[in-house]
């Protein structure tokens, strides 16, 4: 079955770099999320998207911004990146129909910043 | 604001045990509970979903409860493995909201 794609795998940046960071959702998902996840952390939320408007907002500094297109793929753009960005960043999608909201995570963009 | 909890930390067993993994919430409006799976730098898996409506999920050797009222879920995993050593995350989605919040976790560590 396929799952959640995401590109890349690993990123390493300096500071003040920019990332794009990509999701592919699971065909005929209509939500995507994103999550930051710091070493020995738990997941944080970011923001999501249903049906290619934000749906949800978390805490997403302003320096990121993100985008659902109309092929369902979502983009996390991160700019005049820090050291304290350096996490794991996860998409995950879901359906929004009531009682298939089961998220399904992707394996993560590695972020490093130098 | 939603704050979700999970006891123990860690927790290392000898393989063939049963053991239960505890989650609890601060709000008890939630829509749904996950319990999550994972492993050392990689993604989650999601093992059991239950709706606010439900009091119990199982899958195989995971039975998942849901207690609302009291703001309490318990992962109860029978039959332990040494496959089964991993982070378990509990995590919460409030009604009106689409975003979880997750437990810090529960480290598990099967030994053989």
């Known amino acids: 079955a396929a799952g959640v794609i995401q590109s890349p795998r690993h990123l390493i940046k300096e500071k003040r770099e920019t990332a794009t960071l990509k999701c592919y959702p699971i065909?005929?998902?209509?939500?995507v999320y994103w999550y930051q996840q710091g070493p020995g952390q738990d997941p944080q939320f970011l923001i999501s998207f249903y049906e290619k408007m934000q749906s949800d907002k978390g805490s997403i500094p302003d320096r990121f911004s993100a985008q659902q297109f109309s092929d369902y793929h979502s983009e996390l753009n991160m700019s005049s990146l820090e050291l304290g960005d350096s996490a794991l960043y996860f998409c995950a999608s879901s359906l929004a129909e009531a009682g298939h909201e089961k998220l399904f995570f992707g394996s993560g963009t590695q972020l490093s910043v130098l | 604001k939603q704050e979700v909890t999970q006891i123990p930390a860690a927790l290392s067993v000898p393989e063939g045990e049963n053991l239960v993994l505890n989650c609890s919430f601060t709000?008890?409006?939630?829509?749904?509970l996950q319990w999550f799976r994972q492993d050392p730098g990689k993604g989650l898996t999601s093992l059991l979903l239950?709706?606010?409506?439900?009091r119990e999920q199982t899958s195989g050797r995971l039975n998942a409860s849901l207690d609302k009222s009291s703001g309490r879920s318990t992962l109860y995993i029978a039959a332990s493995q040494p496959g089964d050593s991993a982070t378990y995350l509990c995590?919460?989605?409030?009604?009106?909201?689409?975003?979880?919040?997750f437990g810090q976790g529960t480290r598990l560590t099967i030994n053989p």
């Open positions: 065909p005929r998902h209509d939500t």
């Open positions: 709000d008890s409006a939630i829509y749904n």
């Open positions: 995590a919460v989605r409030d009604g009106g909201a689409q975003k979880l919040v």
């Open positions: 239950i709706q606010s409506s439900q």
